[in-house]
């Protein structure tokens, strides 16, 4: 009786597990596979020749130059904040700590449109800190300009990307403790060599894996930016770029388009395979 209702118990835990396979393959099939799919073949549409034209074109090369200033900025940046916010967080006691961690996470709750608008009202003509600016460049003899410039380009993508790195360093150090650093403290040793000796290699593979998530955030953030870059050829990234080619309505540029969509595809793959490779690093390092 026992083992008949365990089979019983067995062949619909198999239905039900068949079922969820099921859906989760048309689910990710529908609003992953076949939009990727359409994109490399609406890229290839007038031929490889075409296509490597669309990618070399000026615009393009400008956008792809722009985009990997803003990226590898917002990385160092981020990676600074994020590894110094996360120790902060996690091995010393002040007033304000949970304030702080709340004020980490805000990027994830607002709009990118709203950020990049909180950009040009601070830093703009209208802005509180424009007549600081304008002091700055006569003094100095320069022309820093934020809004609707590179600086700004780089200043909206430190924005939306700046919880990532954070965010996968602190639950591993909570996960640590502090009795390593206490003891080697103890023992005469130096912060910078407790860091590098102790703590950066228990969040060796969550910075590395931070990195990889800020790293994509940044190359395909399109609303923050949207809002401070106007200039075509100076300011664009790659998603303004894709997006005012398929707006120009003509049938070359939606195709030169999909060809600069297919490039950004392939370089997420890319991500996502070295994300992967990470993972499993990561998970055997834990195992062991």
């Given at each position: 009786?026992?083992?008949?209702?365990?089979?019983?118990?067995?062949?619909?835990n198999?239905?039900?597990?068949?079922?969820l396979?099921?859906?989760s393959?048309l689910?990710v099939?529908i609003?992953l596979?076949?939009?990727?799919?359409?994109?490399?073949?609406?890229?290839?549409?007038?031929?490889?020749?075409?296509y490597?034209?669309?990618?070399?074109?000026?615009?393009?090369?400008?956008?792809?130059?722009?985009?990997?200033?803003?990226?590898?900025?917002a990385?160092?940046?981020?990676t600074?904040?994020?590894?110094?916010a996360a120790?902060?967080?996690?091995?010393?006691s002040?007033?304000?700590k949970?304030?702080l961690?709340?004020?980490?996470?805000?990027?994830?709750?607002?709009?990118?449109?709203?950020?990049g608008?909180?950009?040009?009202?601070t830093?703009?003509?209208m802005?509180?800190?424009a007549?600081?600016?304008?002091?700055?460049?006569?003094?100095f003899?320069l022309?820093?300009?934020?809004?609707?410039?590179?600086?700004?380009?780089i200043?909206?993508?430190?924005?939306?990307t700046?919880?990532?790195?954070?965010?996968?360093i602190?639950?591993?150090l909570?996960?640590?403790?502090?009795?390593?650093?206490?003891?080697?403290?103890?023992?005469?040793?130096?912060?910078?060599t407790?860091?590098?000796?102790?703590?950066?290699?228990?969040?060796?593979?969550?910075?590395?894996?931070?990195?990889?998530?800020?790293t994509?955030?940044?190359?395909?953030e399109?609303?923050?930016?949207?809002?401070?870059?106007?200039?075509?050829?100076?300011?664009?990234t790659l998603?303004?770029?894709?997006?005012?080619?398929?707006?120009?309505?003509?049938?070359?540029?939606i195709?030169?388009?999909?060809?600069?969509?297919?490039?950004?595809?392939?370089i997420?793959i890319?991500?996502?395979?070295?994300?992967n490779?990470?993972?499993?690093?990561?998970?055997?390092?834990?195992?062991?």
């Open positions: 009786m026992f083992r008949k209702g365990k089979r019983v118990m067995d062949k619909k198999n239905i039900i597990k068949y079922v396979i099921g859906i393959i689910f099939g609003m596979v076949l939009p990727l799919i359409a994109i490399i073949v609406n890229s290839l549409q007038k031929g490889w020749a075409f490597i034209r669309s990618l070399t074109d000026k615009y393009v090369l400008s956008a792809l130059k722009i985009t990997v200033i803003a990226t590898i900025s990385l160092i940046i981020n600074f904040f994020g590894i110094a120790w902060l967080l996690t091995k010393f002040f007033r304000g949970h304030i961690a709340t004020l980490i996470d805000i990027p994830f709750s607002i709009s990118p449109v709203i950020a608008l909180a950009f040009i009202m830093f703009g003509r802005g509180w800190a007549p600081y600016i304008e002091h700055l460049n006569k003094f003899v022309d820093i300009k934020i809004v609707f410039a590179i600086p700004g380009v200043l909206a993508t430190v924005f939306v700046f919880p990532f790195i954070s965010r996968e602190i639950p591993i909570n996960a640590q403790g502090k009795d390593e650093e206490e003891a080697a403290a103890l023992m005469g040793a130096d912060g910078f407790i860091f590098r000796k102790i703590t950066l290699p228990q969040i060796k593979w969550g910075l590395l894996y931070g990195i990889i998530l800020c994509a955030r940044a190359l395909g399109f609303g923050a930016v949207n809002a401070l870059s106007k200039a075509r050829g100076k300011t664009f998603p303004l770029e894709i997006d005012a080619l398929y707006l120009s309505g003509s049938s070359e540029s195709v030169s388009a999909f060809a600069v969509s297919s490039l950004l595809v392939i997420s890319f991500i996502l395979i070295i994300k490779i990470i993972e499993h690093k990561s998970k055997n390092k834990f195992i062991k």
